[in-house]
C-alpha cells in the first residue's frame, strides 16, 4: 500500500507529462480532490478499502515502501512465507538485491 501523499505526488507528475490531462489544476488541488475521491481512476479510498478489506486472505499480501526500505530482505522472506511457492532461503539475499532469479 502507498502512502496517499506519495499517490498524489506521482499521479501529479504522472499527469503533467500529458498534453491533455484528465485533472488540471495544482497539487494542492489534486490533493483535495483526492481526498474528496474526484480523481479520473476513482476514489482512492474505496480502492483502498477494497484492499484492506481483503488482507486476511491467504493470497493477500500488503507490504508498505517505508516497510521494504526499512527491511527489504524481511520483506522479501514475508513475501516467499506468504506464497505458494516455496523457494530456499539461501537464495533470498539475492532477490532482495534485486539480482534476477537463476533460471
Known amino acids: ?8 505526488v506521482s499521479m501529479h507528475h504522472f499527469l503533467k507529462g500529458f498534453t491533455w490531462s484528465p485533472q488540471e489544476g495544482s497539487i494542492l488541488e489534486l490533493g483535495q480532490q483526492m481526498i474528496d475521491g474526484n480523481v479520473f481512476c476513482g476514489p482512492y479510498w474505496t480502492h483502498l478499502q477494497q484492499f484492506w478489506e481483503q488482507r486476511h486472505k491467504p493470497h493477500v499480501f500488503i507490504n508498505t515502501f517505508e516497510q521494504m526500505k526499512k527491511d527489504l530482505p524481511g520483506t522479501v522472506r514475508a513475501l516467499a512465507r506468504s506464497s505458494a511457492r516455496n523457494r530456499p532461503t539461501s537464495r533470498w539475499s539475492r532477490w532482495s538485491r534485486g539480482a534476477p532469479s537463476p533460471r
Do not use: E, L, S
Open 1 to 8: 500500500m502507498r502512502n496517499p501523499k506519495d499517490v498524489t
